[in-house]
């Protein structure tokens, strides 16, 4: 069995943003050399998110919108208790747990095996900073 | 290490409904040969999830319920930026994203190490058409 | 390739409840001797959640109301149909969708790869009785 490690980084200009990652995993799956296995990307903060959807500009304002029906940014320590440590952030944790932490991919004949639509997005909720995204690929 | 790869096809009649697919991912299982290691079943579709919980038909009402309560079926481009492309399902990409895109299940003793209840969903979100399912197995 | 499998058992004194289980994940990753893999930790329970966010009590609280507000408790027939099997339980099958089954968490030099802050909680929402946790680990 074979292993690859690779992080990407990220530093988004607004609070919330998504941002494809397709090519980047794609690029990690061949300088991997793993033709069979298993491949998971998360995030390795706890204010984002990687989720597999469609790479289409209405449908990102969409999620925009829905997350913060879902989860209002407010930075009172009223809204959110998270707030009273100090933070801002208590909406971009909640706005995680609705898009998810990690996916994981199956690689087939080298590549990653995907349907028609699917591409591999990274989602900042409290972004302006820099922050990392994790590739690890299993197999042979 | 061994791999294996199999697809599922679905069509379902409505545009919203739930397939147990427990029995084909166990027939998968034992196709692979695999002892032990992960298995893999995610949809291939990005208005579509597998996820794992009770085979209710009671619990399958509240999910559908819910769900249009969280992402309503509405056609129009107003409601839904995404439905300006000329698509109609925005709802159904809100949808997957709370139902989730995949799960990993251990597989021990040639077996899905499952919990007393679990058993695996194919999750639809904007049927009638063919839609695919895959199915990857790693380990020994 | 190697496997290694171990369960953990909660029960949580209230219906609701967080608890965090990154030094039992911990102990199990070096219990396994793997160096290099990934490890799946997941809930045997469809009523229950394994997820990676902040070990804050504050965020934990808000999680809570927030849970409620989407997927309240209501033992009611009429609010779940779920329940009109005889359980009390229906909120709690949804409060699981938002939170998640599984985590998925890479292993490198032997250690949980994790960013600063990631911590992986059980997330129980039917509590007051014994239920497990899965850690299967797969890698050399």
Redesign the interface.
Known sequence: ?R?F?KTLTFQLPERMGFENVTTAVETAVRESGIR???C?V?????TASV????D????H???KR?LEW??PYDPSPEK??????GEDN?DA??K???????????I?EGKL??????QIFYGEFDGRRPK?V?I?I???
Request: a negative charge; glycine letters at 10%; aromatic letters at 10%.
């Open positions: 069995m292993s490690r069979e296995g298993l998971l998360n995030a390795m903060h706890i989720f597999i959807n469609d289409e500009p209405g449908l304002e969409d999620y829905w879902l989860a959110y208790h998270h707030n009273r440590t208590g944790h909640h995680r747990q609705i898009m998810g932490r990690e996916v994981v991919v199956a087939t095996d995907f349907g028609p639509w699917e990392r994790l690890k299993i197999g042979d």
